[in-house]
């Protein structure tokens, strides 16, 4: 099986980053099917789903059907984690359809917790990490969510979405959420040494922690923490720290246990499976295969981690 034939052989928003991360394309080849994310499959279909008000299933972190007084359980179809989507899909912020959509939210999209515009963002650092990023990666002003990060930073190097509750120990899965949102924000405007140096203790956070371990005895500290999967969204796993380092291109030798890790999933085909589906109402499937099935999301990440690692 030709894995790079297949991965190409899919919707623009897969297609381009293949063609960029794994073949070397030329720029103007690889932008003309980024072009495409605007208009064709996955990412047009999720534009096609914004309301004129500028949010997406009726809702900015939870869509507007969901009743506050039920239990909690994670969707994902409001304009948060659509945003999020359509950063991962990498629709060109330049697009004249990017511009028409980031406009609607930044006009109209406010967060139910404190009833602040989108890009001001709100109180938990896993939700204004992705806000962060969303916002950056498509030029907009997010000065007030990088100073609730920074502000919020906990003595171990990391975040934790229940600090206000009193948690002091940082979380995977917040601190990875912040970084990648630095990350796009530092990579836009420059940044500042403050953020600079937030980043590089919450590094060293999952850094000393092998991307999913305690430091205090060495064990996984959740195997679901091991387990690919895509879409993320908030959740944390090692090809998602993998990824992030790979972006800021940091080589460490602490990661050479879950490089390995990842190594070891490669199926006979070369292809990765999907192993933790996270659970929740999406507003289309993306490949039409769950659990335990190949994916070319993960087979993408996977490969161009792996390239990048082994350039070394």
Not at 83 to 105: M, T
Not at 261 to 277: I, Q, T, V, Y
Request: proline fraction near 4%; charged fraction near 25%; include cysteine.
């Amino acid at each position: 099986m030709d894995v790079i034939a297949y991965l190409l052989d899919s919707d623009p928003a897969i297609r381009w980053q293949v063609m960029r991360d794994l073949t070397d394309a030329a720029p103007g080849d690889v932008a003309a099917v980024r072009a495409r994310v605007a208009t064709e499959g996955w990412g047009a279909r999720l534009l096609a789903e914004q309301a004129g008000n500028g949010l997406w299933d009726g809702g900015t972190y939870r869509p507007g059907w969901v009743d506050d007084e039920r239990p909690f359980f994670d969707a994902w179809t409001a304009t948060h984690f659509s945003l999020q989507s359509l950063w991962e899909y990498g629709l060109d912020p330049a697009s004249p359809e990017a511009q028409r959509a980031i406009a609607l939210v930044r006009e109209n999209a406010r967060w139910d917790y404190n009833g602040e515009l989108y890009f001001e963002g709100e109180v938990e650092p896993c939700i204004n990490g992705i806000a962060l990023g969303v916002g950056a990666y498509f030029g907009q002003s997010v000065d007030p969510i990088v100073a609730t990060i920074l502000d919020g930073r906990l003595a171990d190097g990391g975040w934790n979405c229940w600090a206000e509750y009193g948690a002091t120990v940082s979380s995977f899965h917040s601190t990875v959420c912040v970084l990648e949102g630095l990350r796009e924000w530092q990579a836009a405007t420059g940044g500042s040494d403050a953020a600079r140096a937030a980043q590089g203790a919450a590094e060293e956070y999952l850094l000393e922690r092998g991307l999913y371990r305690r430091r205090s005895t060495g064990e996984p500290a959740d195997l679901r923490l091991t387990m690919l999967s895509y879409p993320t969204r908030w959740f944390h796993d090692i090809l998602r720290g993998l990824d992030y380092f790979r972006l800021v291109d940091r080589r460490d030798e602490r990661l050479a246990d879950p490089i390995g890790l990842l190594r070891s999933k490669a199926d006979a085909n070369g292809m990765f499976r999907c192993e933790n589906s996270h659970a929740g109402p999406t507003l289309f499937d993306l490949e039409g295969e769950g659990e335990g099935h190949p994916s070319r999301w993960l087979t993408l990440r996977a490969l161009r981690v792996l390239r990048w690692w082994d350039a070394a």
